[in-house]
């Protein structure tokens, strides 16, 4: 059974940074793309970020020059670095892979970004 666990949300100041991790496990098949979405409460869940196993990268214009997004294969890890955090930035961060033909999604880490 294919499992995504997220870490990394909390609380943090406007300007401040944090880091996502995502491991995923109990695929026969090799996880192809990764990423993350997020989801603000009244809004419809949205792309953030996307890496394909061979490190293409793709950013919702509202994060570029401020995420990043990241990979280990060898770990099944996928990584978000969240610097100048906004309170727009404020949501549930869901991270999603693909294997097999099918996608996977974690159970959701929030992020809140508040004085």
């Known amino acids: 059974q294919v499992q995504l666990v997220e870490s990394g949300g909390g609380l943090v100041q406007p300007g401040g940074s944090l880091r996502l991790s995502c491991a995923a496990s109990?695929?026969?098949?090799?996880?192809?793309?990764m990423g993350w979405y997020r989801q603000a409460p009244g809004k419809e869940r949205e792309l953030v970020a996307l890496?394909?196993?061979?490190?293409?990268?793709n950013y919702a214009d509202s994060v570029k020059g401020r995420f990043t997004i990241s990979r280990d294969s060898a770990k099944n890890t996928v990584y978000l670095q969240m610097n100048s955090l906004k309170p727009e930035d404020t949501a549930a961060y869901y991270c999603?892979?693909?294997?097999?033909?099918?996608?996977?999604w974690g159970q959701g880490t929030q992020v809140t970004v508040s004085s």
């Open positions: 999603k892979a693909a294997a097999g033909g099918r996608g996977y």
């Open positions: 890496i394909s196993s061979g490190g293409i990268t």
């Open positions: 109990g695929s026969s098949y090799r996880f192809n793309v």
